[in-house]
């Protein structure tokens, strides 16, 4: 079987198109797979590192701020969709994929459509609550649209033909066991809070998370640790600020980067962090109880959406970044974590949502949608 996946932009579009192909090549090590990404995007780093082959078209995307500037870049968009379609033809025509996977950003539509046009089966997988533009635009044009989240469906039209398959895990996530990853950390019996915003960090969060630790090093009553991110040098400053000396807090870790997640996502009791599909996913699959600041910086506001499909399950609490401050989020976790009841079923709620089995799905959905 060949298949080609495509998706691009950002990590929670490329993560699912790795997972699954990895999945297939373990159940078909024959397969040949190929990988579309854009020119200058992180898969072209991440899809190497994989270990996959990867060939690139050039595309962007409509600003919808209308300044001079971004009146030059979106016509440039314009010029770029031409190229783009032209240079996904030539790649399509020359590895002549069995089906095409898509997982979103720019880079699907131009790859999707051509390969729709030239009657090659293609499905695309939707990893977010609410689907993004360019999901939406393709989902007539294929024969499937898997879903992360059944909460997504309603936002197709009755004729798309939609199967909810969940989102792939990673196996070190499911592997990580509580007490074994709590003893690796050298932590003790006391509650542990992991609080994040991403690899690139997030002031808001970060901001509010120093409140919040500068508070709990007066009390000792639980274990943090924080990754602030590598973009926000500031951080460091404010908790000192505050009065936190992390040398004489050794319950606290301040990381740039949480480089062992699973570990720390197995050892925590609440996890506080954005409400990106992989993030919530692994929340889910480790059945944890959370507390979700949905950025409001991404298209279609999608994070508020996803943070709500758990909210609505009893599975998580939410504090938008309109209402965030050190003070509200310091208020919050100490009322879960003095509620044992609360904390207890906001983690198996969680745990109901996960898919366990989505990277079999997935690759059901693409070995049906290969046969034609």
Request: aromatic share 6%.
């Amino acid at each position: 079987m060949k298949v080609l996946f495509t998706g691009g932009g950002t990590a929670g579009h490329i993560n699912p198109a790795l997972a699954a192909a990895g999945y297939l090549r373990q159940k078909e090590p024959d397969a040949q797979i190929l990988y579309v990404g854009n020119k200058g995007g992180m898969e072209e780093r991440l899809v190497a590192k994989a270990g996959y082959p990867i060939k690139t078209v050039h595309i962007s995307g409509f600003q919808r701020k209308l300044t001079p500037k971004n009146l030059l870049r979106n016509a440039q968009t314009v010029v770029r969709m031409f190229t783009a379609t032209a240079e996904a033809k030539k790649i399509l025509k020359e590895f002549r994929p069995d089906v095409c996977v898509g997982t979103g950003g720019y880079v699907s539509g131009p790859v999707i459509r051509e390969a729709a046009k030239l009657g090659i089966p293609c499905v695309i997988h939707e990893s977010n609550a609410y689907p993004g533009v360019t999901t939406k635009a393709l989902a007539h044009r294929v024969k499937t649209v898997m879903l992360a989240v059944p909460d997504a469906r309603k936002y197709f039209a009755g004729s798309v033909s939609c199967t909810v398959t969940g989102n792939p895990v990673r196996g070190e996530v499911l592997a990580a066991e509580r007490e074994a990853s709590r003893k690796a950390l050298g932590l003790d019996d006391r509650p542990v809070v992991l609080s994040f915003g991403g690899s690139l960090g997030a002031s808001a969060l970060n901001k509010a998370a120093a409140y919040m630790l500068a508070q709990s090093a007066k009390t000792g009553e639980y274990q943090h640790i924080h990754g602030y991110g590598q973009h926000d040098e500031k951080f460091l400053e404010e908790v000192r600020e505050l009065g936190l000396d992390p040398q004489k807090s050794p319950q606290i870790r301040l990381l740039e980067y949480i480089d062992n997640m699973p570990q720390c996502l197995a050892a925590a009791d609440l996890v506080i962090g954005r409400a990106g599909a992989m993030t919530l996913t692994e929340i889910e699959a480790k059945g944890k109880a959370s507390i979700l600041i949905p950025s409001p910086n991404v298209a279609e506001n999608h994070q508020y959406h996803n943070a709500m499909a758990l909210v609505r399950r009893g599975a998580a609490e939410i504090i938008e970044e309109k209402d965030l401050s050190g003070e509200a989020l310091w208020k919050k976790v100490q009322k879960i974590l003095n509620d044992p009841a609360r904390l207890a079923s906001l983690g198996e709620n969680a745990g109901k949502m996960e898919i366990l089995d989505a990277n079999e799905r997935i690759y059901q959905v693409i070995k049906s949608a290969a046969k034609g």
